[in-house]
């Protein structure tokens, strides 16, 4: 599966943005799927993940109640709603496929990432 994500870019804090992944492949709908991030020195961590139906979701404590993952089968696409951005959401972006879903988790498929989308919330 090829994954491209978009939307990404420079916003203050307060703002908002969204942004898309989008998928090849027929088997879009089977997939659950993640956004990941990794900022500069850290560590790639989970933000967020969705079933392959769309009907769960799960999120990392520090985005709840500010992002929202949500997906279009039809479209091959997922997307990721991002509001009230804080300095520390500043990140490169970017989407799984065909991982394992859990309830409160999401194990990433090691061979389905996509390129990343930069987001920069300043200050």
């Known amino acids: 599966v090829q994954l491209v994500e978009s939307g990404g870019g420079l916003v203050q804090a307060g703002g908002f943005l969204r942004l898309s992944c989008a998928a090849s492949?027929?088997?879009?709908?089977?997939?659950?799927m993640g956004w990941y991030r990794q900022a500069p020195g850290k560590q790639r961590e989970l933000v967020a993940a969705?079933?392959?139906?769309?009907?769960?979701?799960n999120y990392a404590d520090s985005v709840k109640g500010r992002f929202t993952i949500s997906r279009d089968n039809a479209k091959n696409t997922m997307y990721l709603q991002m509001n009230s951005l804080k300095t520390e959401d500043t990140a490169v972006y970017y989407c799984?496929?065909?991982?394992?879903?859990?309830?409160?988790?999401?194990?990433?498929?090691?061979?389905?990432w996509g390129q990343g989308t930069q987001v920069t919330v300043s200050s």
């Open positions: 799984n496929a065909g991982g394992t879903y859990f309830t409160d988790s999401y194990l990433f498929h090691p061979d389905n």
């Open positions: 492949g027929s088997t879009f709908s089977l997939n659950a």
């Open positions: 969705i079933s392959s139906g769309g009907g769960s979701t």
